[in-house]
Every structure is written in C-alpha cells, then in structure tokens.
C-alpha cells in the first residue's frame, strides 16, 4: 500500500531523511518511532504529497506520489501533528466542506458524515460549533476528516498529541476498528507504550536512516537480544534455579519469593523445551510466561547518545 524507496531530502547542509527506505501492506498499523528531528514528520510529508525529496520515490498503492499527485491524493488521509480548523462552521458542516473538496455529491457527503461522526463518536456533536470542541474532540474530527473520501492509507502525525487518558484510549479504540475495516496506517508517536500495543509493525528513524523496521515483537528480541521468562513455582525454588541455570538458553535471573524472572534468549522450540525440563524435573510450576522487552527500552537502546533530543511520554 505504502513503498518509500531510497527518500532523501536535505535543508542546506542539514540532511533530513537519509537513503530511507519502508514498506507498509494492506492492514499493518506501522508505527515510526524516533528522537525529535529524526525525519518522521518530513517523510510523512513528502508520502502524503505536500513536500518533494530531493531523491527516492514513494508508491501508494502502486501509483508514483511525484508523478502522480493528484490520483495518490485521492488514495490517502493525512493527519497532520499541527492541523487547522474552521472555527465558524458546525461539525457537519466542516465535514461537508471536505467532502466537496474531493469532488463528493451531496448525497455522499451526507452519508459519509454520519458514518465517519459515528466512528469517532461525535455524531451528537454534529450542529455544534468546531471552536466549542475539546481538544480531543478536534482531533477525532481530523481523524474523521481525512476519511472523508474512504482512502485505503492514512499517515497521522502524533494523533494523540496532547490527548488526555480517556481520549487517548478512544483514539486507539477507533484506530483498531479502522484496521478491522482493511485501512493501512503511518503513525506516529511519542506515547511509545501506546504504539507498542496499538502497531503490528514499527520502523526506528535516527538522523534521517531508518535504524530498525520490522515487526514489533521480531524488533524488540533482536536489539536487546533475549525476552525475559516469568515463571511462579509452588515450591522447590532451588532446584527450578539449578535447573535453568544449565540451560543454555537462559542467562540473567532474578528470584522473589516463589517468582523467578529469567533472561531468555531462546526460540518457540527452546521455550516449550524448557517447560518441559522443569516439569520432568519435578518442577511445580503454577505460572510461566513470556515478557517482551518494552518499547521504551528498545527506543533508549538504540536511541543511545541522543538523549537531549528525546521526548518521550
């Protein structure tokens, strides 16, 4: 749905997206991770049009972004981190006015509104005033507004930027039903715990490169190298010690109580074995499951000398 291929786009000597390449199909939420500065916004910019590389190209959905704006348009919605609104016109009314930008007869522009309003839960909200909104309230009408025309792609700049809790938890609410629909979506963010429940996909951007991008679980086990094993034992806590201690897949061990935590830098095949040692061991394990490393610790691993540049929430 999404191809970038080779980006390169410099400010003066400045060079904002190095050589970057990324690859979205239909259906991933790919989140892009990075240090302010990293070239997030600037390669969302250019994918949505509003901004040409210096070099690269960009494909939506086949089609070459630079050669073919206006059909790409067409095919995307983008949200950016700072957007605008028309303070004098009611919500439906702002819809509307969207609507007729893509070229919608009335009919549709009317059907579309209600669906999108009740999608991001403002249909209640439909003759009040955009300037009488909460700030969440906007940026779910932003979300809506760049639906308007039912495209197959959205890239959202921080769409959660700001949010409180509440709005925050909406916000992935209907960004997880707009996956179920079939949408494929660029986002970013800062909220790193939030993407990492939210995103099949994550891409770490650092001084315009594109450091890692894979899927998230696949990112996190190859920068820190293991996953940590939790396992809780009815009793015979040193013999569950001296078992994994001869495995050679685990490392690093913490014990509390009945609770061990375990380095494990093991596949599937190595995790089911394991289990099965300290079972044939006369192990009594009531609990044992695997904890991925969070984002945030894959972030400041590779992020690593950056520090004055992050803003992390």
């Known amino acids: 749905m999404l ?11 400045f060079t904002a997206v190095d050589h970057l390449n990324l690859e979205l199909t239909q259906g991933n939420i790919y ?14 910019r250019i994918a949505a049009t509003l901004m040409r590389a210096d070099s690269g190209n960009v494909w939506v959905d086949g089609i070459n972004a ?66 009488s909104l909460s700030r969440g309230m906007k940026q779910r009408l932003c979300l809506a507004r760049s639906l308007i025309h039912n495209p197959g792609l959205l890239i959202l700049d921080e769409p959660a930027s700001g949010m409180d809790p509440r709005a925050r938890i909406e916000m992935k609410g209907i960004l997880r039903t ?7 979506i660029l986002i970013s963010s800062h909220i790193l715990p939030e993407l990492a429940e939210l995103c099949t996909h994550i891409g770490i951007i650092e001084k315009g490169k ?34 994994l ?4 897949s685990t490392g690093e061990m913490q014990v509390e109580g009945q609770t061990l935590e375990v380095g494990f830098s093991g596949g599937e095949e190595d995790l089911a074995e394991l289990l099965h040692i300290l079972v044939a061991g006369e192990v009594s394990v009531i609990s044992y499951a695997r904890e991925e490393s969070s984002l945030e610790e894959v972030f400041m691993e590779v992020t690593k000398g950056y520090e004055d540049d992050l803003e992390v929430e």
């Open 66 to 131: 630079a050669e073919h704006p206006v059909e790409v348009r067409g095919r995307l919605g983008y949200m950016p981190d700072f957007f605008g609104v028309y303070d004098n016109l009611k919500v439906s009314e702002y819809m509307d006015f969207y609507g007729s930008c893509y070229g919608l007869s009335r009919q549709e522009r009317m059907m579309r509104t209600g669906e999108l309003l009740e999608l991001v839960e403002l249909q209640k909200k439909k003759d009040n005033y955009v300037d």
């Open 245 to 248: 201690r001869e495995q050679p």
């Open 210 to 243: 594109m450091v890692y991008s894979g899927e998230v679980g696949d990112i996190m086990r190859r920068i820190t190298g293991k996953t940590w094993l939790k396992i809780e034992v009815l009793s015979d806590v040193e013999k569950a010690v001296r078992i």
């Open 178 to 184: 707009l996956k179920e629909m079939g949408k494929t």
């Open 31 to 44: 989140g892009f991770v990075g240090p302010n500065g990293a070239g997030k916004t600037t390669t969302m």
């Open 3 to 13: 191809k970038i291929e080779d980006l390169v786009k410099t400010y003066g000597r």
